[in-house]
């Protein structure tokens, strides 16, 4: 089966940083993707990692480190735009016939104050 | 251009009812997926269509029925609503079965009363 752990709130102030932590426990582990979800909107994908290091995209960044089922989102220079919720998700490879499934962490609610 | 687009994007209704909701998307995509977002966020895939062709279906009631008439929509038919059955539905896309850069329709509330 699949376990995704992720902290449940965060709050972090305008124009710090912040780390956003997701462990995993899969079999058939075939990558990690990251997406940030405002409230009352649909989900929009930030990022993707399937071999270990960082991945660097604007002020966001997200790491992988597959031997320790970790994975990290860090948002530099917050903005207020940037409260929201990080969904880590899973992707998994299963079975002979390649089936792919995904499953979605519950997310990490982050408020930036002022 | 919308990308990917549900209707409609609230729905309420009273237990025992059947309900549908669209999605279409012209993004080109081969690959459409069906969510459920529930009251505590969780989102959690319920079928993924890959070439109008049935890939994933997920432990669902069977209440619950896909229809892919063509790449570009998959449609969600949910027969005798239930209460439980409230939740936010998403539709996504992706270029093919990978599940890679997904992009989400807007969402249907469904609220059973």
């Known amino acids: 089966g699949q376990n995704i752990d992720q902290p449940t709130e965060m709050t972090a102030t305008e124009g710090a940083i912040v780390q956003i932590n997701c462990t995993y426990q899969?079999?058939?582990?075939?990558?990690l993707f990251w997406y940030q979800q405002h409230a009352g909107e649909a989900p929009t994908f930030l990022s993707y990692?399937?071999?270990?290091g960082l991945e660097e995209k604007g002020r966001f960044s997200s790491f992988l480190s597959r031997s320790k089922g970790y994975s990290y989102l860090l948002l530099k220079e917050l903005q207020m735009k940037d409260s929201a919720s990080y969904l880590c998700?899973?992707?998994?490879?299963?079975?002979?016939?390649?089936?792919?499934?995904?499953?979605f962490g519950k997310g990490t609610k982050l408020s930036v104050i002022p | 251009d919308t990308a990917v687009s549900q209707t409609p994007k609230y729905l309420v209704t009273q237990m025992g009812n059947d309900k549908s909701i669209k999605c279409e998307q012209n993004?080109?995509?081969?690959?459409m997926y069906w969510y459920k977002q529930d009251s505590k966020k969780f989102l959690k895939i319920m079928f993924s269509?890959?070439?109008?062709?049935?890939?994933i279906n997920e432990t669902v009631p069977n209440r619950f029925s896909p229809k892919s008439p063509d790449k570009a929509h998959l449609n969600l038919h949910i027969n005798s609503l239930e209460l439980g059955d409230s939740a936010v539905y998403f539709c996504?896309?992706?270029?093919?079965?990978?599940?890679?850069?997904?992009?989400f329709g807007p969402g249907t509330r469904l609220t059973v009363t």
């Open positions: 996504a896309s992706s270029q093919d079965i990978r599940f890679y850069e997904q992009y």
């Open positions: 899969t079999s058939g582990f075939n990558g």
């Open positions: 990692n399937v071999l270990d």
């Open positions: 998700a899973v992707r998994s490879l299963e079975g002979g016939a390649g089936s792919y499934q995904l499953t």
């Open positions: 993004l080109g995509h081969d690959t």
């Open positions: 269509y890959n070439n109008k062709e049935l890939i």
